[in-house]
């Protein structure tokens, strides 16, 4: 079956505008992680979903970014007032309801806040 | 606050060689632990796991060790190949009763050379 996917694959946008970045999970998964990954460093954790529970939002930077997850599939990561050190690598894993469970990882959202 | 590390974040071999990655953990209540591979422009991918019961699980020409006595995670690759040519990163997480949420070392920048 499909994997994770992500849209779009690259974004460039200008210094405060807005931005919304898709991830769309496989099929089944209850678990939704959102990651940003800087230049030459490790994966930063954002924002988790599980199923119907509160997500966990403890990773989110600022209160410029926000993510949601309708029907318990898509989720959108929106950047507000995006600022030029936004840019970054934005990854989205789903996995089944389990710590232990693999995460599988999309292609990522390479943005460019000019 | 406790974090996953690794000591080197480049390695260099030529093709054919045996590669070692490692990694050093501090949070002693981590039993479980993931090594990832993430190609340029790619998403990170499952490599193998190990838990904490474990000192050694194999794979396909992968084998990972775990020394809980120093904290110590390493990845070994057995006859290193062009396609091997990534950055491999390790996470630590905990079984169930702890946080879904996966920590993330650096990563480190495997190249093979022909």
Redesign the interface.
């Known amino acids: 079956g499909a994997g994770v996917s992500q849209s779009p694959s690259n974004k460039v946008t200008e210094k405060g505008k807005d931005v919304e970045l898709r991830c769309d999970p496989i099929s089944g998964h209850t678990a939704l992680y959102w990651y940003r990954q800087s230049l030459g460093q490790g994966l930063e954790f954002l924002i988790y979903f599980q199923g119907n529970s509160a997500p966990d939002k403890s990773g989110l930077p600022s209160d410029r970014f926000s993510a949601e997850r309708t029907g318990g599939s898509v989720s959108t990561l929106t950047i507000q007032r995006t600022q030029q050190e936004d840019s970054a690598v934005y990854l989205c894993a789903s996995s089944s309801d389990s710590s232990t469970d693999t995460q599988y990882f999309g292609p990522g959202t390479r943005l460019t806040v000019l | 606050g406790e974090s996953v590390g690794l000591h080197l974040p480049t390695l260099s071999v030529q093709e054919g060689d045996n590669s070692i990655i490692n990694c050093a953990y501090s949070n002693s209540a981590s039993d479980?632990f993931?090594w990832?591979k993430q190609e340029s422009?790619?998403?990170?991918?499952?490599i193998i796991?190990i838990?904490s019961n474990m000192d050694k699980r194999q794979g396909q020409r992968v084998t990972v060790l775990l020394n809980k006595t120093v904290k110590h995670l390493s990845l070994q690759i057995a006859a290193t190949q062009p396609g091997d040519s990534a950055v491999y990163?390790c996470a630590e997480?905990?079984?169930?009763g702890?946080?879904?949420?996966?920590?993330?070392?650096?990563?480190t920048s495997l190249i093979v050379h022909p």
């Open positions: 479980y993931i990832y422009g790619k998403g990170p991918q499952f796991d838990r990163f997480n905990r079984l169930p702890g946080s879904y949420i996966p920590t993330f070392g650096r990563g």
